[in-house]
């Protein structure tokens, strides 16, 4: 995937091709010395939620080229996670970058995020029914309706709620060195009832040099026993989609289903039904089932999983997903990965000795510092 593409303006690619292939908060520099085509071209992604056109709907004037004609070009942000309409498994929040022109400056988080940030909001009752449709097309009206209405008033604004004071735990007790790894807090926005429906925060632009597999996965521990063990709280969905790889190194990102170790979820009921549901329906857990149907489970500290949540089910987490990190096409250039590769078949002997080991057996790994530390100790990672 790219940070750039650039787009002959009389022969663009189809709009997702360049999608797919653009990182998110990547930019389409379109080129051309006819200015009409170039104006045409962009008019294909003005008004579209997924792109931002960067400049004013008049073309700035055409720009010399050193030994050719001039050209005029403009850009257009991929701002979108996904295109409109697309089918898509997500069910949860509406997500795109924002221009912040003069806001926070102090704020840029690596190359090329100046001026931007996360927008996270509660998707409409009509986008959330929309979504619910393409990935349930069977579900009756009257319980596509219950579930919609259940999604939008309750659980998306209670999780987005607890996410807010989460990032603000976080923000404090992280250790300075982690600084800029998780996302920060810029602006919130409540409904009448006082839950938030809306937040701005940093935007950790995908970026940098690329990871070998083993730094990756040691970097990710590192954040995940830095959330358990300095700010007390289990992220509880650790998937390679809310990890990004950063000039600053691995970050970790949406707190939405997070809970604190300490926390006493059966005092607040609704909150407790929505972890729960959130939990159950999570593919982490449909993975958890897959490896204990297996007999692939010898640490009990996997046995009740996933209610009532437990740091164990963050290191099954990591530990399953730190071996495959090219599925998420994204990491294709930031993490190295080579099946078979000595990086590869350390990680795989690690993440069997975390699932089968029982507390007691020599190399036993029963919390997350146990893990980052076990990572550290692999021999140094090669550049990738
Ligand atoms: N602060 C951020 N920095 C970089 N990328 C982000 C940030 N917040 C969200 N994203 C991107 O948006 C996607 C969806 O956001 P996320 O908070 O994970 O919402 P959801 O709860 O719907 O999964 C993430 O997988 C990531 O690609
Ligand atoms: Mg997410």
């Not at 003069?102 to 704020?107: G, V």
């Not at 250790?175 to 009832?193: M, N, Q």
Request: proline fraction near 8%; aromatic fraction near 6%.
């Amino acid at each position: 995937m790219r940070d750039f593409h650039i787009v002959d303006a009389a022969n663009p690619p189809q709009e997702d091709v360049l999608f797919d292939t653009l990182r998110w908060g990547g930019q389409l520099l379109i080129l051309g010395q006819n200015e009409q085509a170039v104006t045409a071209c962009r008019q294909r992604f003005a008004g579209s939620p997924s792109w931002c056109c960067e400049q004013p709907d008049k073309l700035p004037p055409p720009q010399a080229v050193p030994g050719g004609p001039a050209v005029h070009l403009c850009t257009v942000r991929k701002v979108g996670i996904e295109l409109p309409g697309r089918l898509t498994a997500r069910h949860s929040y509406e997500v795109r970058l924002v221009h912040r022109p003069a806001a926070h400056p102090s704020h840029e988080l690596g190359p090329g995020s100046a001026g931007w940030a996360v927008e996270k909001r509660v998707p409409t009752f009509e986008e959330t029914h929309a979504r619910l449709i393409q990935t349930h097309p069977t579900i009756a009206p009257a319980q596509a309706n219950a579930v919609v209405r259940w999604l939008v008033k309750t659980a998306f604004p209670l999780m987005l709620t607890r996410e807010t004071a989460f990032l603000g735990r976080i923000h404090t007790y992280m250790p300075a060195h982690l600084a800029g790894r998780t996302p920060e807090l810029l602006e919130v926005e409540k409904d009448p009832r006082g839950m938030i429906n809306r937040i701005h925060m940093t935007w950790l632009r995908q970026g940098g040099e690329t990871l070998s597999q083993i730094a990756f996965a040691q970097q990710a521990a590192e954040m995940l026993s830095a959330a358990h063990h300095a700010a007390g709280l289990m992220h509880l969905d650790v998937r390679l989609g809310n990890l990004v790889v950063t000039e600053r190194g691995v970050g970790l990102i949406d707190f939405g289903s997070s809970v604190m170790i300490d926390e006493n979820l059966a005092s607040n009921r609704t909150a407790q039904k929505v972890i729960h549901r959130t939990l159950e329906s999570s593919e982490i857990t449909e993975n958890l089932i897959r490896h204990h149907n297996k007999g692939l489970l010898g640490n009990p500290l996997f046995n009740d999983l996933p209610t009532p949540p437990t740091a164990g089910f963050d290191l099954f987490a990591l530990a399953t997903c730190m071996t495959r990190p090219h599925d998420l096409d994204e990491f294709r250039g930031l993490v190295a990965f080579e099946p078979h590769s000595p990086d590869a078949v350390t990680l795989s002997q690690l993440r069997r000795r975390v699932l089968s080991r029982a507390p007691g057996q020599p190399g036993a790994i029963s919390d997350m510092h146990q893990f980052a530390q076990a990572l550290q100790e692999l021999r140094t990672p090669a550049k990738g």
